[in-house]
């Protein structure tokens, strides 16, 4: 099993064995003191860990998050990582994200749009990881979009929603195109299945070309 970045552990919560971080509860999940369940199911990055995706998340990274929503996965990442950008183009979970920033001084949220990265460029500083969960049609040109803020060790780290790029196609061969475009700016080391805790998403760990 890949080891777990520093902050992030396995963790037992009334008998089942979880990844957890230490933080302020946001959405409901089981709590033990100071530990709070990183649920799979409600996260695809706790997906990638869960799996053993070898993501090569440390402890006090700087990480540019896309697709924050209202801030499930980023307040995690935050729990354990360094300066946190979390980019979310809708108002209303937005909101609820600020809520989740009030209990993290790590935590910038900006309401933008992660096709236009230029809105952010002079905010985010360089980062060492990527995090992509937008959902939307474009994924690939989204993370080739926010490479230019990545280190050349960086990684992206991608959940790639099938059903996104097309509802109709076979999510095997979504996979291959979308995986296919981002060879054009990354090296991709894993990609894996989220299921069974997310259908038709791919996991992708790429680090950016030179
Ligand atoms: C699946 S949800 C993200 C869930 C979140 N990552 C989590 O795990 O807590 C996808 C989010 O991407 C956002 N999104 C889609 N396209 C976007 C874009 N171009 N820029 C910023 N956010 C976008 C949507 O508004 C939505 O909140």
Do not use: C
Not at 8 to 27: M, Q, W
Not at 149 to 171: I, Y
Not at 173 to 196: G, I, K, M, S
Request: glycine letters at 8%; aromatic letters at 6%.
């Amino acid at each position: 099993m890949t080891a777990l970045p520093d902050g992030v552990a396995r963790h037992d919560f009334d008998g089942t064995t979880s990844i957890a971080t230490r933080g302020h509860p946001e959405y409901g999940e089981a709590t033990d003191g100071e530990w709070r369940r990183w649920d799979p199911n409600r996260s695809k990055l706790g997906a990638m860990l869960a799996l053993g995706m070898d993501t090569g998340l440390e402890n006090g990274q700087k990480t540019l998050y896309l697709g924050a929503a209202a801030g499930t996965t980023v307040s995690h990442v935050a729990d354990f990582g360094g300066p946190t950008y979390a980019v979310e183009f809708a108002p209303r979970p937005a909101r609820d994200l600020l809520d989740v920033a009030d209990h993290r001084e790590n935590l910038f949220p900006l309401l933008k749009d992660a096709r236009k990265p230029e809105t952010y460029a002079h905010v985010v500083e360089p980062v060492d990881v990527v995090v992509q969960d937008v959902a939307t049609r474009g994924q690939a040109r989204v993370a080739a979009l926010n490479r230019r803020f990545l280190d050349g060790d960086g990684r992206l780290l991608a959940a790639v929603k099938a059903r996104s790029e097309d509802v109709t196609a076979d999510p095997e061969a979504v996979f291959a195109d979308v995986v296919a475009e981002l060879e054009e700016h990354y090296e991709v080391l894993e990609t894996e299945p989220l299921d069974p805790y997310h259908d038709d998403h791919l996991g992708v760990v790429a680090r950016p070309l030179e």
